[in-house]
């Protein structure tokens, strides 16, 4: 079981939004601003999409944003593209002696 | 181009041990954090252990499930880094993944090494 809870799947149709959740607790996601997101298509290496909650690295499209709200983080994806089909993880700091910590991962599925 | 280049996965009995590099380029490796993140076939990712830069003393940190059995290492005037796996068991059966590590933006990711545990 992963210390953040993510759905396992979510779907969508081409130019429609999504949103996967990350939730966790006071310990990680509700402590911390260093939650991140990643994109891991099937065969390759995770992609970094989303770092410290809201920001987005050099190259990653804008139609993808992220938010916190407590202990739950959020990662949004707009006008859904064939491409963004793919496993969305997210991961936090935790001030347990796990020190960082994954989300089970959300595999997405563009319609 | 900021670039990390895993090597030395394979195959081995439950028991023995592996070491994998890390080899990075396009970046001063001595000025970061290194981490080692897995996933076993068909799962998700879960953390592994990193080693701090220099100027935190090269210290380095392990998940519960590798502690005392993996150590993490580095060469900075090689830019390298190693993961030395010891006493492996099956459940370490995995990609293994090394990544540069800013206050957990783990960017960019290599491409991974297999290693598989089995008799």
């Known amino acids: 079981q992963s210390a953040l809870t993510q759905p396992a799947s979510v779907s969508g149709s081409p130019g429609q939004s999504i949103t996967i959740s990350c939730t966790g607790t006071s310990s990680d996601v509700g402590s911390y601003n260093y939650v991140s997101w990643y994109q891991q298509h099937p065969g390759k290496a995770p992609k970094l999409m989303i770092y410290?909650?809201?920001n987005r690295p050099s190259g990653v499209s804008n139609r993808f944003s992220g938010s916190k709200s407590g202990n739950t983080a959020s990662l949004t994806i707009s006008g859904l593209q064939a491409e963004d089909e793919a496993d969305y993880y997210c991961?936090?700091?935790?001030?347990?002696?796990?020190?960082?910590?994954f989300g089970g991962g959300t595999k997405l599925t563009v319609l | 181009e900021v670039q990390l280049v895993e090597s030395g996965g394979g195959l081995v009995q439950p028991g023995r041990s592996l070491r994998l590099s890390c080899r990075a380029s396009g970046f001063t490796f001595g000025d970061y954090v290194l981490t080692w993140v897995r996933q076993a076939p068909g799962k998700g990712l879960e953390w592994v252990g990193f080693i701090r830069d220099k100027a935190y003393g090269g210290t380095t940190e392990y998940a519960a499930s590798v502690k005392g059995r993996f150590i993490i290492s580095r060469d900075d005037s090689k830019n390298i880094a190693y993961l030395q796996m010891n006493s492996l068991k099956t459940e370490d059966t995995a990609v293994y993944y090394c990544?540069?590590?800013?206050?957990?933006?783990?960017?960019?990711w290599g491409q991974g090494a297999l290693v598989t545990v089995s008799s």
């Open positions: 990544t540069r590590d800013v206050w957990g933006r783990f960017d960019p």
């Open positions: 991961s936090s700091y935790t001030s347990s002696s796990t020190l960082v910590v």
């Open positions: 410290d909650v809201t």
